[in-house]
């Protein structure tokens, strides 16, 4: 396994900043020092030190959190704002895991936390396409002419979004609930694409990523994923609904 990789599995940094740690001379495999990248390692055998310290990858841990709006996918805050980590219990947080992606802070809905370095790869580099499904209320109704608008692409920032998948609009009074389907995640997208057509975001709400929706999981509550659910968040598939359950000790 690439060096900077085990690094970023053992929870300590991220890969990027792992490298950035190898190139300063921060870290020991075996008692020597490493400072060039590609250097390979076997968990089972070497030793490897950052900064003095040991690691070794934690036992693994991944969960899902229906977030709720008005709080923030960050591990810390520095305007006094509530972050994902505070609606979790204290023993979560000791295992390591941190959020594999975000949300926006007024957006709801399924969010995987874990210290899993592979798997929050699989489920946030562009490289995987993975699927993320959201459901948009809207105000007004879109046309038929915007909806192919957004699954064609829209221009944001100069550069045109991947095509998406609209699965169809519920009139809802003078609002409309929209599912759209995204391989990508560009900052505020879906609410920036439903402005371009001239129907802005009511409440957005993310319910499926791969093949594992977020099913009935009530607000604010969180359960630990099993393996079967790991698998599905990087599969391709149509998902199957995750049951509801409570918090686990």
Not at 99 to 121: F, I, K, M, S
Not at 142 to 168: F, Q, W, Y
Not at 189 to 214: K, N, T, Y
Request: proline share 7%; aromatic share 2%; charged share 30%.
């Amino acid at each position: 396994m690439r060096l900077h990789k085990y690094i970023g599995n053992c929870g300590y940094t991220s890969r990027r900043r792992a490298e950035l740690l190898i190139q300063a001379g921060r870290v020991h495999v075996n008692g020597k020092l490493v400072t060039s990248l590609g250097v390979t390692v076997d968990p089972a055998r070497d030793k490897v030190l950052v900064n003095g310290e040991e690691i070794s990858p934690p036992a693994p841990m991944s969960i899902v959190l229906n977030k709720p709006a008005g709080i923030i996918t960050s591990t810390h805050d520095t305007h006094e704002r509530l972050t994902v980590m505070d609606v979790l219990p204290r023993s979560l947080i000791l295992r390591g895991v941190v959020p594999a992606g975000r949300l926006d802070q007024d957006t709801e809905g399924l969010l995987v936390l874990t210290n899993d370095g592979d798997l929050a790869h699989r489920i946030t580099h562009p490289r995987y396409e993975t699927e993320k499904e959201y459901e948009a209320l809207v105000t007004g109704a879109p046309s038929r002419e915007g909806l192919k608008r957004l699954e064609a692409g829209i221009r944001l920032d100069g550069e045109l979004t991947a095509p998406a998948r609209v699965d169809g609009v519920q009139p809802e009074g003078a609002a409309a609930r929209v599912r759209v389907v995204l391989r990508e995640g560009k900052k505020r997208q879906i609410r920036r694409m439903f402005e371009a057509i001239g129907h802005p975001v009511i409440q957005l709400r993310r319910i499926r990523i791969g093949g594992f929706s977020l099913g009935d999981l009530p607000a604010g509550e969180w359960r630990e994923l099993s393996q079967d659910d790991v698998a599905a968040l990087t599969c391709a598939e149509r998902p199957r609904a995750a049951p509801a359950e409570g918090p686990r000790p």
